[in-house]
């Protein structure tokens, strides 16, 4: 796979977030370590990993992401239960 290249469309966003630099915000807790973000200007979306990295929220860790919330919600939810 190639390097994360800005999609086309959104040119001006795209000019004022590498004049500025992108403001993200948190769109989505995952876990308390994975968070997803999404900037307010050109609504490009970018994730946290395992480790911490910022990395593209592409649609393949979009699956991860929900996987993890589903794996985590549980194990907690059975922590509190138990
Ligand atoms: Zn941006």
């Known amino acids: 796979m190639s390097k994360s290249k800005q999609t086309p469309g959104f040119s001006l966003a795209n000019c ?9 915000k948190v769109s989505k807790k995952v876990t308390p370590h994975v968070t997803e973000f999404q900037c307010s200007v050109c609504k490009c979306e970018k994730t946290t990993d395992d480790r911490g990295h910022i990395v593209s929220l592409t649609p393949e860790r979009k699956e991860i992401n929900n996987t993890l919330a589903h794996f985590y919600r549980k194990r907690h939810r059975q922590a509190l239960e138990y």
């Open 16 to 24: 004022l977030c590498s004049i500025f630099g992108h403001r993200y």
